[in-house]
C-alpha cells in the first residue's frame, strides 16, 4: 500500500496493482468495491469526496470510501500526492500541481518542475520537487492560493520530496539526504541530516520534526529543523512516510508504528504486505 487516510469514518488505503482497502478500526480490512486500477500512491479526502491519485494520470474517487469510480486524470505524467486544503483539492504531479473543487473535474498547471508534495498553510501553497534536472532541488510558492508560483533552487543537489512546517519555521528534505530550512518559505538555507540516503517525508508534532528514511527502520528528529539527530526506532520495519495526528505521529511503509515524540515507537502490524504512505485527513 502507498497511502491511507481517513475519512466517512473509516480508515482508507490504496497502493499498487489499484489495491484499494477499508477498515472502520485500522485492524480489520477489506478490498474496495470494485478493485481499482493500476498504481495509486496518494489519497486524501473532503468532507464528502474520497480521491485516490497515482501513476499515468491515475484519478479515482468516492462517495462513501467503499465503492469507487474512475475520475478524470491530468495528461499522461503521474500524479505524487493529494491533499484537501482551504475548500478544494491540491495535486502534486510530474507537470506541476492540480486543482479541484469537486475532486472530479481537475485542471492542471505548470510550475517549472516536477512536484513530488504540498502542503498549505492559509493562503500559501509550498510544493516541493525538481527543477531543470532529475536531481536539482526546487521549491514551489503560492500565496495566491495556486494561481500564481514562483520557483527557489535551493543550493546541492537532490530532489525534495518532504516539507513540514511547525513553530513558525519551514523545513523540506529529500534525495541524497537533502535538508533545508526557511522562516518564509523564500529563503532556505542548507542543513546536514546526517544520512545520504534518500528522505521521503516529514512531520512535525509535539514540538519535533520527525522524518522517515528510505528504506531505514531510524528515523530523523529535530527539535527545530536545523539540527538532526539519527534515531533508531528499535522496530523491525523500514518507514517511508510519515504524518503527526492526535497527539502521535504515524509512520508506514513495510509496517505501521507510532510514537509521541520520534524516540520510543510502538508497532501496528501492516494491513498489507507493503505500506509506503500515510495520511490521515479529518473527514
Keep these: 500500500m502507498n497511502s ?23 485492524v480489520t480490512w477489506t478490498k474496495a468495491s ?5 498504481v495509486l500512491r496518494g489519497v486524501a479526502a473532503s468532507p464528502t469526496q474520497a480521491v485516490a491519485v497515482g501513476d499515468q494520470s491515475n484519478l479515482q474517487t468516492s462517495a462513501n470510501a467503499l465503492t469507487w469510480k474512475a475520475g478524470s486524470g491530468m495528461g499522461a505524467g503521474n500524479i505524487w500526492r493529494v491533499i484537501y486544503h482551504n475548500g478544494r483539492f491540491v495535486a502534486a504531479m510530474d507537470g506541476g500541481v492540480g486543482f479541484s473543487d469537486s475532486g472530479r473535474i481537475w485542471r492542471a498547471k505548470g510550475i517549472g518542475g516536477v512536484a513530488y508534495s504540498v502542503i498549505g498553510q492559509g493562503s500559501l501553497l509550498l510544493a516541493m520537487g525538481s527543477g531543470d534536472s532529475a536531481s536539482q532541488p526546487a521549491v514551489f510558492r503560492s500565496t495566491d492560493g495556486g494561481d500564481n508560483w514562483s520557483r527557489t533552487i535551493p543550493p546541492g543537489s537532490g530532489y525534495l520530496a ?7 519555521v519551514y523545513v523540506a528534505l529529500g534525495q541524497f539526504g537533502a ?10 538555507t542548507a542543513r546536514t541530516s546526517g544520512t545520504s540516503s534518500a ?18 527502520t531510524s528515523v530523523l528528529v529535530s527539535p527545530n529543523g536545523t539540527n538532526w539527530t539519527l534515531q533508531a526506532t528499535g522496530l523491525s520495519g523500514t518507514y517511508d512516510s ?7 505521529f504515524h509512520a508506514a511503509g513495510t509496517r ?3 510514537s509521541p515524540d ?6 501496528h502490524g501492516s494491513p498489507s504486505a507493503l505500506l509506503i504512505g500515510v495520511e490521515k485527513a479529518l473527514g
Excluded: K, Q
Design 179 to 188: 535538508a533545508f530550512s526557511s522562516i518564509d518559505a523564500i529563503h532556505w
Design 4 to 26: 491511507v487516510t481517513y475519512c466517512f469514518g473509516r480508515y482508507v488505503a490504496v497502493g499498487d496493482g489499484g489495491l484499494g482497502l477499508s477498515s472502520a478500526d485500522g
Design 162 to 168: 518532504g516539507v513540514a512546517y511547525g513553530n513558525g
Design 262 to 267: 520520534g524516540i520510543a515507537w510502538a508497532d
Design 199 to 216: 528522505i521521503y517525508d516529514v512531520a512535525f508534532g509535539n514540538n519535533v520534526f520527525v522524518a522517515t528514511i528510505a528504506g531505514s
Design 34 to 38: 470494485p478493485l481499482l486500477e493500476g
Design 242 to 248: 510519515i504524518v503527526f495526528r492526535d497527539g502521535l
Design 256 to 258: 505501521i508504528a507510532t
